[in-house]
């Protein structure tokens, strides 16, 4: 949907000009592999290394396939051996240090990934030989990196009032909704821990469900072209002006729909 719209627009805007512009914007795109468009940096030996650009590639797929649509500009990922490398891979200014859970981070300008075979010594709460989860946290962190290309922060300082979106988006995408080892949004409702205003939706122990699920709910219900178009947003209003609902609503329309489903 969201690539006939570009002919769509490409035709009112270019028609005049030729058909150049129109080829430029329907082909180019659909010819970025994922080789094409990730840059892998790694210090990992070459076995394990070529091992994660396997998955890197899958992941990469099942993003753009996702949205029917490549990658806006090229993925700077490193694959850092250990936590020392991973720490040392984030901006100096950010003064950040990662705790165990952490594995991943991704913003417009690149990717960071623990590499699994530092998981068991070096990270809490992650399985290097879940093959699946491996290549789930893939796909979160480069939805995150596609979502940074379109929104307008890169990186989402200052729109953390929509965090919960970032994240819900990541969890969608990479299907992570789905899995045994993520709760239920119909247990978060029955437990009375859905957080009362969507700010907060991104906490607590039932955050993926709850966060991933109001967003899966508005990719359904709104559409992916809505999806989509919620990705340049940086503030709630904007959002809910989008979509046309008020915060008390949306969240009423959600808790029906999941008990509903
Ligand atoms: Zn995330």
């Known amino acids: 949907m969201i690539r006939t719209t570009c002919i769509r627009i490409a035709i009112l805007i270019f028609a005049p000009i030729g058909a150049c512009a129109i080829h430029a914007c329907v082909s180019s795109p659909q010819a970025a592999t994922a080789g094409e468009v990730l840059n892998i940096a790694t210090s990992m030996?070459?076995?394990?290394?070529?091992?994660?650009?396997?998955i890197f590639a899958e992941a990469h797929d099942v993003v753009t396939a996702f949205w029917g649509e490549p990658f806006s500009e090229k993925v700077n990922i490193t694959l850092a051996p250990n936590r020392a490398g991973f720490d040392a891979r984030f901006p100096p200014d950010w003064g950040f240090k990662s705790e165990c859970w952490m594995?991943?981070?991704?913003?417009?300008?690149?990717?960071?990934?623990?590499?699994?075979?530092?998981?068991?010594?070096?990270?809490?709460?992650?399985?290097?030989?879940d093959a699946q989860h491996v290549l789930d946290i893939a796909v979160h962190e480069l939805t995150h990196v596609y979502h940074g290309q379109i929104n307008p922060t890169r990186d989402f300082t200052g729109?953390?009032?929509?965090?919960?979106?970032?994240?819900?988006?990541?969890?969608?995408v990479a299907g992570q909704l789905n899995r045994d080892r993520y709760?239920?949004?119909v247990d978060a409702i029955y437990e009375d821990a859905v957080p009362d205003t969507l700010?907060?939706?991104?906490?607590?122990?039932?955050?993926?469900?709850?966060a991933g699920s109001i967003t899966d709910y508005i990719d359904k219900i709104y559409g992916r072209n809505v999806l989509y178009d919620l990705m340049n947003v940086t503030t709630e209003a904007v959002f809910l002006e989008k979509l046309g609902v008020s915060e008390q609503q949306l969240l009423y329309d959600w808790r029906a729909w999941v008990l509903e489903d």
């Open 103 to 129: 594995v991943g981070a991704g913003v417009a300008d690149f990717l960071l990934y623990l590499s699994p075979s530092a998981w068991a010594d070096e990270a809490c709460g992650h399985d290097p030989d």
């Open 183 to 185: 709760s239920d949004p």
């Open 45 to 54: 030996d070459d076995s394990a290394a070529d091992d994660m650009r396997s």
């Open 199 to 210: 700010q907060n939706f991104w906490s607590g122990q039932h955050r993926y469900a709850v």
């Open 159 to 172: 729109s953390e009032e929509i965090g919960w979106f970032v994240e819900g988006l990541a969890v969608v």
